[in-house]
């Protein structure tokens, strides 16, 4: 995945959990459509039916929904990961209390690795993007408005050159190449601090 993608993620992630803790319906009923499947194959791939996926997935959003809500919640992996893994360990759970004897079989350990793969991999996006974020604090004008006209607000190179008074796109393309440059910079010797 390319930086510009992966900051563009962490912008979208970031826009869609505060959308969350606002309230806001159409957002919410996205989200719960679009994660579903995920959670609809892991239950029905694993003893269960669609209710139980249902009443499953149901529980896991409500918890997802609670933590949004709560200050200071700060998120480890995406938002799609999260419920997948609140909807895991919902249906372990009851798939335990349902068969003592160990009938159950489990069929999506490979899946489940994966989600906890990704929920890895997530963290250390996050420290990451905490020491991007410093190294932004730390980069100074234009450099800091080029960046993040171009990574969060999606800019062309055309609509940079014009906000910055350069000459051409060719111009703020140069700009933003040194910028990225000293961002990255900036980046490796925060994560050397830690």
């Given at each position: 995945?390319s930086e510009?993608?992966?900051?563009?993620?962490l912008?979208?992630?970031?826009?869609?959990?505060?959308?969350i803790?606002?309230?806001?319906?159409?957002?919410?009923?996205?989200?719960y459509?679009?994660n579903?499947p995920a959670?609809?194959?892991?239950?029905t791939?694993n003893?269960?039916?669609?209710?139980d996926?249902r009443?499953?997935?149901?529980?896991a959003?409500?918890?997802?929904?609670?933590?949004?809500?709560?200050?200071g919640f700060?998120?480890?992996?995406s938002i799609?990961?999260?419920?997948y893994s609140?909807?895991r360990?919902?249906?372990?759970?009851k798939?335990r209390?349902i068969s003592r004897s160990?009938?159950?079989r489990?069929?999506a350990?490979?899946e489940?690795?994966?989600?906890?793969?990704e929920?890895?991999a997530s963290?250390?996006?996050?420290?990451?993007?905490?020491?991007?974020e410093?190294a932004?604090?730390?980069l100074?004008?234009?450099c800091?408005s080029?960046?993040?006209?171009?990574f969060y607000?999606?800019?062309?190179?055309e609509?940079?050159?014009?906000?910055?008074?350069y000459?051409?796109?060719?111009?703020?393309?140069?700009?933003k190449?040194k910028?990225?440059?000293?961002?990255?910079?900036l980046v490796?010797?925060?994560q050397r601090?830690?």
């Amino acid at each position: 995945m390319s930086e510009r993608q992966t900051l563009s993620q962490l912008a979208e992630e970031k826009k869609l959990l505060k959308s969350i803790s606002d309230g806001n319906e159409f957002v919410i009923k996205r989200l719960y459509k679009d994660n579903f499947p995920a959670v609809s194959r892991m239950v029905t791939r694993n003893s269960g039916d669609i209710e139980d996926a249902r009443d499953v997935y149901q529980e896991a959003f409500m918890v997802f929904y609670e933590n949004v809500k709560m200050p200071g919640f700060e998120l480890n992996a995406s938002i799609g990961t999260y419920l997948y893994s609140i909807s895991r360990n919902i249906w372990l759970k009851k798939l335990r209390t349902i068969s003592r004897s160990g009938e159950v079989r489990i069929e999506a350990e490979e899946e489940i690795t994966d989600v906890e793969e990704e929920i890895s991999a997530s963290a250390e996006r996050d420290q990451w993007v905490d020491a991007l974020e410093g190294a932004m604090g730390k980069l100074g004008e234009p450099c800091k408005s080029i960046l993040e006209d171009f990574f969060y607000h999606k800019l062309s190179m055309e609509e940079i050159a014009e906000k910055m008074n350069y000459t051409n796109a060719a111009n703020a393309k140069n700009q933003k190449y040194k910028c990225f440059n000293r961002l990255k910079k900036l980046v490796l010797v925060a994560q050397r601090e830690k």
